[in-house]
């Protein structure tokens, strides 16, 4: 499972801006990915289920092309963090 973490402190000094590497940072930022990706796979394999013909199709076409977007901007992202 995973560990509790205080999301409220980033354990540094009163008045320190948050790092983009601060591990609470990371840490949301992982949740939202997930999180985008499981709505995602939700609503794909509610579309694939409820709905038929073409409507079916552009839904799944939509739907894979936003989880393609969500992935690459999360390596986007993560790839900026290690050049800093």
């Known amino acids: 499972m995973t560990e509790d973490r205080d ?3 980033s354990g540094g000094q009163p008045g320190d ?3 983009e590497g601060d591990p609470v940072t990371e840490y949301r930022r992982l949740l ?4 985008a990706l499981l709505l995602l796979a939700v609503l794909a394999v509610t579309g694939a ?3 038929t013909g ?4 552009f839904v799944l076409i939509l ?3 936003l989880a393609l977007k ?3 901007r999360h ?5 900026d963090d290690s050049e800093q």
């Open 32 to 35: 939202s990915y997930r999180g």
């Open 54 to 57: 073409k409507m079916r199709i």
């Open 7 to 9: 999301l409220e402190g």
């Open 17 to 19: 801006d948050e790092a």
């Open 75 to 79: 390596y986007r992202e993560k790839l």
């Open 49 to 51: 289920y409820t709905l």
């Open 70 to 72: 969500v992935v690459l």
């Open 63 to 65: 739907d894979a092309g």
